[in-house]
C-alpha cells in the first residue's frame, strides 16, 4: 500500500503516511497531499492519489490545491491564545475589544460566538441571488444576528435560486 503515497516522511510520523494511503486505497480519499514541519524542519511532505473523481490524473509533487477557511484555524488558536493569557474573556461582547463591532445590531455577539462561527454575521436575512452574494451589490442586504431570528440554515427560496431550477 505504501507505493500510494510519494514524497518524504521522517520515520516519526509513519502513522501518518499509513493513513493517507489507507484512505486513498479504502476510497476515503481520491486524493490529498500533507506537509508538516516541525521548529523549520520539513518531516513529511507526502501525497497521493489523483485530482480527478475518474481516477485519471495522478496527484503529483506541484499538484496545486485550494485551501478552504483555513484562517478559521489560526484564528481560532489565536483567540484561545488571547483567553489563556487573559486578555479576552471568551463571554465578552466583541463589542468590549471592538467598539465600531457593536454596530448594525451586532452589539450582544461574544467572542465564544466569533471563535464556533455562529454569530451569523456571514448570513443575510433577506435572499439574494447567488451573484449578488459573491459580488456584494444585493442592495437588499441585511445582516441579522442568528441569537435574533437570523440564520445561517439554507432557505429553499435561496437553494431554488442556486440550482436555478
Request: net charge negative; charged share 20%; glycine share 10%.
Amino acid at each position: 500500500m505504501d507505493h500510494v503515497v510519494h514524497g518524504h516522511c521522517d520515520q516519526r510520523f509513519d502513522k501518518v503516511r499509513a493513513a493517507l494511503a489507507d484512505n486513498i486505497v479504502s476510497g476515503e480519499e481520491v486524493g490529498a497531499c500533507i506537509a508538516i514541519d516541525v521548529e523549520g524542519e520539513s518531516v513529511v511532505d507526502i501525497w497521493g492519489g489523483f485530482t480527478d473523481g475518474a481516477r485519471t490524473n495522478a496527484w503529483t509533487e506541484n499538484t496545486i490545491v485550494n485551501v478552504w477557511s483555513s484562517t478559521k484555524t489560526v484564528i481560532s488558536l489565536a483567540g484561545l491564545m488571547l483567553i489563556d493569557r487573559g486578555l479576552v474573556e471568551l463571554t465578552a461582547p466583541v463589542a468590549t475589544y471592538w467598539p465600531e463591532f457593536a454596530a448594525n445590531g451586532k452589539q450582544d455577539i461574544q467572542f465564544r460566538h466569533v471563535l464556533s462561527h455562529t454569530s451569523g454575521v456571514s448570513g443575510w436575512e433577506l435572499p439574494s441571488p447567488p451573484k449578488t452574494c459573491m459580488t456584494g451589490t444585493n442592495p437588499r442586504r441585511a445582516w441579522r444576528p442568528r441569537h435574533l431570528g437570523g440564520s445561517r440554515e439554507p432557505r429553499p427560496d435561496i437553494t431554488h435560486t442556486i440550482k436555478g431550477t
